[in-house]
């Protein structure tokens, strides 16, 4: 016989818009994993469902974005959130009522530390290439990125992003301060020996900060997910900004490192380990 425990730890909670990957490997359920391992529970709302597998997006079905707005509005009643963690979409209406959502979370809750952090991936294909929304995903993202405070974009999603024409680091420049706060640019799809991934900060005078790993040469699927989800986390634990991007890059590495494999092809990040 369990005897109840007289005071159950909160744990901070925060709200996941994302698709569901019936492989286990991206989307909903790399967040979910990811976010429990940092210590927070997940709120995932399915912006999409779609058919793939561990290398391949062969289709998209958004969800109705009535459905996405009823299942927020019944947690946001009565839940605290302490981040928002965005991923694909799905179509224009989707991003248009999740920016709503946003909106009313950021008029309703008092966050510690200012306002409410909103991590968004800006997932505009998947690692080969495949669209992952039935419209433009660049022009159906943009009215969550106008919400964000943070996006964690690679250099092909930059390209599609930003202005063409500038170097990468003036690309993730012209962002800021414009359609979102911070960039986060993720080195992995870079020639370089080392990954380098670097900050580009909004606050006036504060340098771009790095950090290098080493190159791993496999293939891994939703590893864009887990370091959104899990900079999100960490966010919602209370962290501050430059702390949640270091924790959540050495957790993702290690999730990399200890990926297993589930079919040929791309690896699954071992994200159930405890950052």
């Not at 989707?94 to 920016?99: F, L, Q, S, T």
């Not at 501050?240 to 590495?253: C, D, G, I, N, P």
Request: with cysteine.
């Amino acid at each position: 016989m369990f005897e109840a425990q007289p005071h159950h730890k909160l744990r901070p909670c925060v709200l996941v818009f994302a698709g569901h990957d019936p492989s286990g490997g991206a989307g909903i359920q790399a967040d979910i994993e990811a976010i429990a391992a940092q210590g927070a529970h997940a709120l995932p709302i399915i912006t999409a469902l779609t058919v793939q597998d561990n290398n391949q997006v062969y289709a998209v079905y958004p969800v109705a974005a009535e459905v996405i707005r009823a299942q927020t509005r019944a947690l946001i009643s009565c839940m605290p959130i302490r981040a928002v963690k965005i991923g694909i979409v799905g179509n224009r209406e989707n991003a248009e009522v999740i920016a709503q959502l946003i909106d009313q979370i950021q008029e309703t809750s008092v966050h510690v530390g200012g306002r409410l952090p909103v991590i968004v991936d800006p997932v505009l294909g998947s690692g080969r290439g495949n669209p992952l929304a039935v419209d433009d995903a660049s022009i159906a993202i943009a009215p969550v990125l106008e919400r964000a405070s943070l996006i964690t974009p690679n250099l092909p999603e930059l390209v599609k992003l930003a202005p063409h024409g500038l170097t990468n680091a003036q690309k993730a420049i012209s962002l800021l301060g414009g359609v979102v706060s911070d960039v986060l640019l993720k080195g992995g799809h870079a020639d370089e020996e080392l990954v380098i991934n670097r900050w580009f900060s909004s606050t006036q005078g504060q340098p771009e900060v790095q950090w290098t790993w080493p190159r791993l040469k496999e293939q891994f699927h939703g590893s864009g997910c887990t370091l959104a989800a899990a900079i999100s986390a960490h966010l919602a634990l209370g962290m501050t900004l430059q702390q949640s991007l270091l924790a959540a890059q050495e957790y993702t590495q290690a999730a990399l490192f200890s990926a297993f494999r589930i079919a040929d092809g791309q690896l699954i990040p071992q994200r159930s380990q405890v950052a």
